[in-house]
């Protein structure tokens, strides 16, 4: 009994690997997409707390400074609400944003005299041509503000920095529902399949070989069909495109797996199924399991930011690396292709970083290396 409390030692590919930390710290291009990965999440989870536009969805629209240029600055009348601004909610803003309490113009300039406030609005149009805006100085609260677009503005007149931020935590958190899902459904059924064998193994590779003859992309499409469009459709679909891998994975292993002593002596002590299979088999799968989730997470990624961009997967106004480079894919050809490519780098970055990681992780719990 004593034996069995105790967690498995020395079992060729199957045992923990306690240098398996030491092992991926050498890796040093592992190490510097952990780092990267590290920072991105960062930006995800502090969200709206850290972005120049606060707003839902990072939603505020200047059609008047459309399609500018990175760095460009521009001043902005704001006219405060006579509504009492209420407290914000610390928890709700860093999770859905907070409209702005005032309503804002861009101005190219602005003058006062004694009672008021005079500006003229920014726009292509001759001075000549604008309708000039006064405020009472007594009747109204407003201030001048100067903005900076470090990354310019898209042709809503969205600030493109916010955007690339918010589509950040999108991006990461299909990946990481995606790859839950595929863990609860890949796991269960590759082990029972593998545990049990005989027919049960038969019906479940069964299942796992019409869903692989499938194109994942157009599986993923025929789901997200069925189920609507949407931000926890996607997460659903791409989940249930893929636990394939994870089951045939943990399947193999547990083929293995099952034929060692300590199983056989947990099944001679009477030990239940699902306590064998939970306790004792799928601790030593974690390893396999861990390397093939880092790279199903950049596949979760492309899947999503395709999605997005064929116009069925995260709908405006959420913003979607996806969507991005959908919406802005023309200037490409025009004079402001970075904001296609920007959004188009993210992805890249960030997938590139998983794969690596993943790499680093299958070297380091390889026992042969």
Not at 148 to 168: A, C, E, K, P
Not at 199 to 218: A, E, G, R
Request: one cysteine or more.
């Amino acid at each position: 009994m004593s034996l069995l409390k105790r967690k498995p030692k020395n079992f060729e590919n199957y045992s923990a690997n306690k240098g398996v930390w030491k092992k991926l710290k050498q890796n040093k291009m592992a190490m510097f997409s952990l780092v990267i990965i590290g920072f991105f999440t960062l930006i995800a989870v502090l969200g709206y707390t850290i972005t120049p536009d606060q707003t839902p969805y990072s939603n505020q629209q200047y059609l008047e400074i459309a399609a500018q240029k990175p760095l460009f600055k521009v001043d902005f009348l704001r006219i405060y609400d006579s509504v009492p601004v209420q407290k914000k909610n610390f928890f709700k803003h860093l999770a859905f944003g907070t409209p702005n309490p005032y309503t804002s113009q861009p101005i190219c300039k602005h003058w006062e005299d004694k009672n008021y406030l005079y500006a003229e609005p920014y726009s292509n149009l001759s001075s000549s041509e604008k309708e000039i805006i006064r405020l009472d100085k007594q009747k109204s609260k407003y201030e001048v503000k100067s903005q900076r677009y470090y990354l310019g503005t898209d042709r809503y007149g969205r600030d493109m920095l916010s955007q690339l931020m918010i589509g950040t935590r999108v991006s990461l958190s299909v990946g990481f529902i995606s790859i839950v899902i595929s863990l609860i459904i890949g796991v269960s059924l590759g082990a029972i399949a593998g545990y049990y064998g005989k027919w049960v193994d038969n019906l479940v590779m069964w299942l796992i070989n019409v869903v692989w003859s499938i194109p994942t992309i157009l599986l993923v499409i025929a789901i997200t069909f069925a189920l609507g469009k949407g931000f926890w459709q996607v997460f659903v679909a791409v989940g249930l495109t893929m636990w394939v891998d994870v089951a045939r994975v943990v399947r193999g292993q547990i083929l293995s797996l099952k034929e060692k002593e300590f199983v056989e002596a947990a099944q001679a002590l009477g030990f239940k199924d699902s306590r064998i299979i939970i306790k004792h088999i799928l601790p030593n799968v974690v390893g396999a399991t861990t390397v093939i989730t880092a790279s199903n997470f950049a596949t979760a990624i492309l899947q999503e930011a395709g999605l997005s961009f064929l116009g069925i997967g995260v709908q405006p106004p959420m913003p979607s690396w996806g969507s991005m480079i959908k919406e802005n894919y023309g200037y490409i050809i025009l004079d402001a292709p970075y904001m296609a490519i920007l959004p188009g780098l993210a992805i890249m970055v960030l997938v590139l970083c998983f794969i690596l990681l993943g790499s680093g992780l299958r070297q380091a719990m390889d026992v042969r290396g």
